[in-house]
């Protein structure tokens, strides 16, 4: 239930700190062009262990889990440092500890807390395949490998000169203000004449 709450609002503040371990945060990576296969990438999320105890904000995080488990402030401080250390004794013990939806949670001598994460490839979003004609509209770069190093052409959609020229006929923006502009005018002579 604890580990629940703690996932929970590590995913809606993109930073939470657990004592003894260190603070996880939450990393966006952005969408990504494969252009050897032709298919976006969606954007991802990535949690990572930031660093070894540097505490962020632990009241609001104390506040939350309080208001979560109906109890005051200290007591879920104290229940939440009791899994944090429980955690972090369990990881000690050279074993790893699973963290559903962030990874595994091991000590490594040189670096202290590692996390290895869950599932690397793991998307809400699936690929987007995409056309040659496709990312040529969109302006994207296509690269060709010839044996020889990478050549980076770019493509420009095709333009259509009639598409492009807009009919004098239909621009009458300019009497429309020109009339209103007269209309003005005359309003103010009538009212002062």
Do not use: C
């Not at 050279?94 to 949670?105: D, S």
């Amino acid at each position: 239930m604890l580990y629940e709450l703690f996932y929970k609002y590590l995913i809606l503040n993109g930073r939470a700190s657990m004592p003894g371990i260190g603070t996880f945060g939450v990393e966006q990576v952005p969408a990504t062009m494969d252009f050897e296969n032709k298919k976006l990438n969606p954007p991802t999320q990535n949690i990572r262990l930031e660093s070894f105890d540097i505490a962020t904000d632990t009241y609001s995080l104390y506040n939350y889990l309080a208001r979560e488990l109906k109890v005051d402030e200290s007591d879920a401080a104290r229940r939440f440092q009791e899994f944090a250390h429980e955690i972090q004794k369990q990881a000690n013990a050279n074993q790893t500890v699973l963290l559903p939806g962030i990874g595994r949670l091991r000590k490594d001598i040189e670096k202290g807390f590692v996390v290895e994460p869950e599932n690397e490839n793991k998307q809400v979003l699936q690929d987007l395949w995409i056309s040659k004609t496709q990312a040529a509209n969109t302006g994207l770069l296509d690269i060709y490998s010839s044996g020889k190093p990478a050549t980076i052409k770019e493509y420009s959609p095709e333009t259509n000169p009639e598409k492009m020229i807009v009919k004098e006929s239909d621009d009458y923006w300019w009497v429309i203000a020109i009339v209103l502009a007269i209309m003005g005018l005359g309003a103010l002579l009538y009212y002062y004449i």
